[in-house]
């Protein structure tokens, strides 16, 4: 099924940085969700977009629903230890999705330099 | 509010067994979904039940099946293992219908076939 390109794979990052991931699609979206996953968990819902060129803050989360409706952008702002975890994006195509509503992207691991 | 439930947590099985996975839903959603998150990988959709009825299926073989109970409750019954379906299986569950946007995911069930 189709997928969403998020990126990057991976990263290590020193705590206090920022960081920032995207999703990008060749196909129009009419929502974006940002969730995360913890090491043995379920992925929790961080942030939802519904509408082009929305930006939607949660703590030091924010999150952008990209202006062509094709992509999404997360920035994470002074990264702490607990930050560590599998990121994830999710989106719907306009005129429904073709696996029950939500596509994910295969997800950025953030890991924070000791 | 209690959140998407799995159970069991954790099992052990061999190849050629079968195992039923079990999910209960955020109560008033009737939109069910199940996706299998191999070590590493990402979400790979398996499942959508609504109001019942099997809406969807993700690329998998004939041996993964499941259900949906009249109280939205679902299980996900994996038939002849093999090794390579040793992953976390998580459940999800959303409001009905179409224009459910936002899936709440449960903490999952961790199988290792041997």
């Known amino acids: 099924g189709q997928q969403l390109n998020q990126s990057p794979q991976s990263m290590f990052i020193q705590e206090g940085e920022d960081v920032s991931m995207n999703c990008t699609s060749s196909?129009?979206?009419?929502?974006w969700l940002w969730y995360k996953q913890d090491p043995g968990e379920g992925p929790v819902l961080l942030i939802a977009?519904?509408?082009?060129?929305e930006l939607t803050s949660n703590g030091r989360l924010t999150a952008q629903f990209g202006i062509t409706r094709k992509d999404s952008f997360l920035n994470i702002s002074a990264s702490i230890p607990s930050d560590v975890g599998i990121y994830f994006c999710a989106g719907r195509r306009l005129g429904g999705g073709s696996q029950g509503n939500l596509i994910f992207g295969k997800g950025t691991k953030l890991s924070v330099k000791p | 509010e209690a959140g998407v439930t799995q159970s069991p947590t954790h099992l052990i099985k061999t190849r050629g067994q079968q195992v039923t996975l079990r999910c209960s839903p955020i109560?008033?959603?009737?939109?069910v979904y199940w996706y299998q998150q191999a070590l590493g990988l990402g979400l790979q959709f398996l499942l959508w039940y609504d109001e019942g009825e099997e809406r969807n299926r993700g690329n998998f073989p004939p041996r993964f099946s499941g259900r949906q109970f009249p109280n939205y409750s679902s299980e996900l019954n994996v038939n002849a293992l093999e090794l390579e379906d040793s992953a976390l299986y998580l459940c999800a569950s959303s409001l009905g219908g179409s224009g459910a946007n936002v899936l709440t995911f449960g903490a999952g069930s961790r199988l290792t076939v041997l």
């Open positions: 109560s008033g959603h009737t939109s």
């Open positions: 977009l519904y509408k082009a060129g």
């Open positions: 196909s129009i979206f009419n929502t």
